[in-house]
C-alpha cells in the first residue's frame, strides 16, 4: 500500500512542477523582450518540460495499473499528456528555426507561443478540475 501512496504523492507534485514550469515558460514569453534569450532560455527549459510530462504519465500509469480499473479519468489524461507532449514538440521546431534577423518571425513566435502555453495551462488545469468531478 505504501507504494501506491508514494506514486500517487510524487504524481500529484509532479503535476504541480509541470504547471510551475508551464507558468514559468509563459511568463517568459511574456516578460523577456529580446528573442535570442528568450530563446535560449525556452531552449533550456524544454528537456525539463519533456522530463517532468514523462514522470507525470508514468506515475499515472503506475497508479492506474495498481487500481486495475480503467476511467473517464484516466481515459482523458493519456490524450492530455500526449497532446502536451505533441504541442510542445512543434513549439520547439518552430522556434528553433527562427533567425535572428527575422524580425517579423520573432514577433509571430512570441504571439504563437503565448497561445501554446496558455492551451497548455488550461488543458492541465481542466483535466484536474474534470478529474475532481468524475
Do not use: W
Not at 512542477?17 to 511568463?27: E, H
Not at 507525470?56 to 490524450?79: C, D, H, R
Not at 528553433?96 to 512570441?110: A, G, H, N, P
Request: glycine share 2%.
Amino acid at each position: 500500500m505504501e507504494l501506491m501512496s508514494d506514486a500517487i504523492i510524487t504524481h500529484v507534485y509532479t503535476i504541480y512542477l509541470f504547471l510551475a514550469i508551464m507558468i514559468f515558460n509563459f511568463y517568459s514569453v511574456v516578460t523577456v523582450d529580446n528573442f535570442i534569450k528568450l530563446a535560449k532560455r525556452l531552449k533550456f527549459m524544454t528537456p525539463i518540460y519533456h522530463l517532468t510530462n514523462a514522470i507525470v504519465i508514468y506515475t499515472g500509469a503506475i497508479v492506474a495499473a495498481y487500481a486495475q480499473v480503467f476511467s473517464f479519468t484516466i481515459g482523458l489524461m493519456i490524450p492530455a499528456s500526449i497532446f502536451l507532449l505533441v504541442i510542445e514538440i512543434k513549439r520547439y521546431k518552430k522556434m528553433r528555426v527562427i533567425k535572428s534577423t527575422d524580425i517579423q518571425l520573432q514577433e509571430e513566435f512570441m504571439v504563437y507561443a503565448k497561445k501554446i502555453y496558455t492551451i497548455e495551462i488550461m488543458v492541465l488545469v481542466s483535466v484536474y478540475i474534470i478529474s475532481k468531478v468524475f
